[in-house]
């Protein structure tokens, strides 16, 4: 079972603004980092964001990631046909002596 | 290049035991941490555990405790998964995912295998 919550899903228009929201708690996201990883239908998750706002490499600068207390966010500036996939968001949980968490998963849909 | 590459497909019974591989290449093995992550049909990301490469030490999600060994070989440099006792809810593609890190696990995986489809039927 997930601890982060994601919207199920968001979609947008070309061009658009788009955020997909990540809460967790202190254990995770309130005293670690957050990654970012994006998946495409049938195909391995990718390391989009690191430590809570860093791009990986190769990863076009529309994308952006922040974390405030228990909560992370992840932002797509100009939104592009090939940014539709599913996007999760991960965090180490500090309770059971460690464990990795991954969000519940948000699908963005290009209008 | 770092390439992970999984063991094929498998089809079970209930009540068997799930066996995958993971061989690393392109990296000095025992230098990073690989974690076991699944996901089952039309679902989410499932964390499953972990395995020091350089020592051996490796711990599962309580999830799956008394079920999960993952152990590994390095002269292979490849990691090994058994999921025991299997049912339709284990039905899923399991990945192996490098760490960044070498010495303790992270949520930073920055390489990926190809996955492995594995079915529970009987």
């Known amino acids: 079972q997930s601890v982060l919550t994601q919207p199920p899903s968001v979609s947008g228009t070309p061009g658009q603004r788009v955020t997909i929201s990540c809460s967790g708690s202190s254990s995770n996201i309130g005293n670690n980092p957050v990654n970012w990883y994006q998946q495409f239908p049938g195909t391995a998750p990718k390391l989009l964001i690191f430590?809570?706002?860093q791009r990986a490499s190769g990863v076009p600068d529309r994308f952006s990631g922040s974390k405030s207390d228990t909560s992370a966010s992840l932002a797509i500036n100009g939104l592009q046909s090939e940014d539709e996939a599913d996007y999760y968001c991960?965090?180490?949980?500090?309770?059971?002596?460690?464990?990795?968490?991954f969000g519940t998963g948000t699908t963005v849909t290009v209008l | 290049q770092v390439q992970l590459v999984q063991s094929g497909a498998e089809m079970k019974r209930p009540g068997a035991s799930a066996n995958i591989s993971c061989k690393a290449s392109?990296?000095?093995?025992?230098?990073?941490?690989i974690h076991w992550v699944r996901q089952a049909p039309g679902h989410g990301l499932e964390w499953m555990g972990w395995?020091?490469?350089?020592?051996?030490?490796?711990k599962g999600a309580q999830k799956f405790q008394g079920r999960l060994t993952i152990i590994r070989d390095p002269s292979a440099s490849t990691v090994f998964m058994d999921l025991r006792f299997v049912t339709s809810e284990d039905t899923a593609v399991y990945y192996c995912a490098r760490d960044r890190d070498g010495s303790w696990p992270t949520n930073w995986f920055d390489t990926w295998g190809q996955g492995t489809l594995v079915t529970v039927s009987s």
């Open positions: 395995i020091n490469t350089a020592n051996g030490k490796s």
């Open positions: 430590t809570n706002d």
């Open positions: 392109g990296y000095i093995f025992s230098t990073h941490i």
């Open positions: 991960a965090a180490w949980d500090d309770r059971l002596s460690g464990s990795c968490v």
